[in-house]
């Protein structure tokens, strides 16, 4: 594939930017209600997953000034700005997951939470293979991580609507930090790849 000449490149970038808004507005309600419901149904992986979309939120932005940039110099800065963001994430949520299995602290189900992240993997995926797409364009590398930690996004809220239908259906109370646990796995992994460049 040829690359693009400089008004394609702009079309595309401006694309890029879209995308990255979108996702930026997503995951601001996706926080405020991932939190909401994760507190008032004491699940951590509900606030591990509104957190998460904080971090989205954070990774947009850097998207977003990268893409703004006149030169390619924030590339690394701003692939470890996203790869810190997301090793806080993990620490928390790796925290909080084995308090709670400790001492068996069990969440209420939460109807709002199943209805959300049915509604975040929908769209988280459609935004993810949207950004992938338009970073392999673009030859940007920086938009192809970020699609990335979207579409990994999308993966857990895969993964956290089964832990809450779990728990509403079965009282499972131990599938909600057992998916958080999950979800710190994928951070650490991702947040190391991302300081590495990769």
Do not use: C, H
Not at 157 to 171: D, F, K, R, T, Y
């Amino acid at each position: 594939m040829s690359s693009p000449n400089a008004s394609q490149a702009a079309t595309l970038v401006r694309r890029g930017l879209l995308l990255e808004y979108l996702t930026i507005a997503w995951s601001i309600l996706s926080a405020v209600v991932a939190t909401a419901a994760g507190i008032a149904a004491g699940s951590i992986a509900l606030i591990g997953f509104g957190l998460d979309s904080v971090i989205e939120v954070f990774a947009g932005a850097v998207v977003v000034w990268q893409l703004r940039g006149v030169t390619g110099g924030r590339d690394r800065l701003a692939l470890r700005l996203i790869g810190v963001a997301f090793l806080l994430l993990a620490a928390y949520v790796l925290v909080q997951s084995l308090r709670s299995l400790l001492t068996q602290t069990r969440p209420e189900s939460s109807v709002t939470g199943i209805a959300l992240t049915a509604g975040a993997l929908a769209v988280m995926t459609a935004l993810g293979i949207a950004k992938r797409r338009m970073g392999f364009r673009l030859g940007n590398p920086v938009l192809l991580t970020e699609a990335k930690v979207t579409l990994i996004d999308a993966g857990l809220s895969a993964m956290l609507l089964a832990g809450l239908v779990l728990n509403a259906a079965l009282g499972w109370w131990w599938a909600d930090p057992l998916v958080a646990l999950g979800l710190a796995a994928l951070a650490v992994k991702e947040g190391v790849e991302a300081l590495r460049g990769e």
